[in-house]
């Protein structure tokens, strides 16, 4: 009984601390693709795509959170802009969270000069949850005023906002979440406060090596709701290209394979500590890919499951090899960092 009630207060406490995760479930997959952090990034690549990604969180822990989600992105033909987007289910006991969100994005190039094109772009998102609370199967012999054991669905629209710059092969960028002052109204107002607007700061750069068939990729993100939660994250990505040459104003390469990892930290104030640590595996065959990530908690809670899971198969559709860019002949990004 004791281990029970532990494993019921270390969840709570994890949960608590982190950066709103049930209102943002697919925060854990941006290392598949930066649309989900900043939708500047739905259309800066040639390619249209469509990603199916499944996530088991916790495992071993009963009713613990599943997600699952449908994402495609697309560049707009002959316009200096994309679109994005998803829909996603994420389970997590009596709660259910079924929602979607719309990408667009618009470009500038600042400048371009062969392969030195410098990149501005631009990027709004609306996103619409569906929250579902059933308690008709909580149990009834303990008595709590706030439960009152039917099944509640509230919906809670929100929109986000990023701006990102890219110089070559390197971007910088930010993004705010949670721009519409909206709570979910199945919860006590007073005791939940309207969202914050969550920042995200990220970095990124790719980094040729031996002829453009080795890619070092680094990133970082550092993402904050100004209230004394902030989270960092460090990753790296390692490709290997392979396959016959696919020469346009860029070389590149039909099929690859990568490894990489992500290291995750909280910043929060008077505190700061391990939270995850991600081994990542992935490979591409002309369109389509493959993705595994295994997510290693470094907090007390590790003890009580054995990691979490995630996987994605995806489709690439490649557009033209090159393009005009208005009266600039360079060609838009071959790669998604």
Request: hydrophobic share 40%; net charge positive; charged share 20%.
């Amino acid at each position: 009984m004791f281990r029970r009630v532990r494993i019921v207060f270390i969840l709570v406490f994890s949960i608590s601390a982190s950066l709103s995760a049930q209102n943002m479930p697919v925060h854990e997959q941006y290392m598949f693709d930066w649309m989900l952090v900043n939708p500047a990034f739905a259309g800066i690549s040639e390619v249209t795509s469509v990603k199916m990604v499944h996530r088991d969180q916790w495992v071993g822990i009963d009713d613990a959170p599943r997600t699952s989600f449908l994402m495609f992105k697309h560049r707009l033909k002959g316009r200096a802009g994309g679109v994005g987007g998803y829909i996603y289910s994420d389970q997590n006991g009596p709660n259910s969270y079924n929602g979607f969100q719309f990408s667009w994005s618009w470009q500038a190039l600042l400048r371009a000069k062969r392969y030195n094109r410098l990149i501005l772009s631009f990027g709004m998102s609306f996103r619409g949850l569906l929250h579902t609370l059933d308690e008709s199967r909580f149990d009834r012999d303990m008595y709590d005023p706030l439960i009152d054991y039917s099944r509640k669905v509230t919906f809670v629209p929100n929109a986000n906002a990023g701006v990102m710059i890219s110089y070559r092969q390197h971007f910088i960028g930010a993004s705010f979440e949670n721009l519409i002052p909206w709570s979910d109204r199945m919860y006590n107002i007073q005791a939940e406060p309207i969202n914050y607007v969550i920042m995200n700061i990220h970095t990124g750069h790719i980094l040729q090596l031996k002829k453009d068939r080795y890619q070092f990729r680094p990133s970082l993100l550092v993402k904050t709701n100004f209230h004394g939660l902030t989270q960092m994250d460090i990753n790296f990505k390692f490709h290997i290209m392979s396959g016959k040459e696919i020469r346009s104003v860029y070389l590149r390469y039909p099929n690859e394979i990568w490894i990489g990892a992500s290291y995750n930290q909280t910043l929060d104030w008077n505190h700061s500590a391990p939270l995850s640590l991600s081994p990542a595996v992935g490979f591409s065959i002309h369109a389509f890919s493959f993705m595994y990530l295994y997510d290693i908690g470094l907090t007390s809670l590790q003890s009580y499951h054995y990691g979490s899971h995630q996987i994605s198969i995806g489709i690439r559709f490649f557009r033209d090899k090159y393009r005009n860019w208005s009266k600039h002949n360079v060609p838009s990004f071959n790669d998604d960092f």
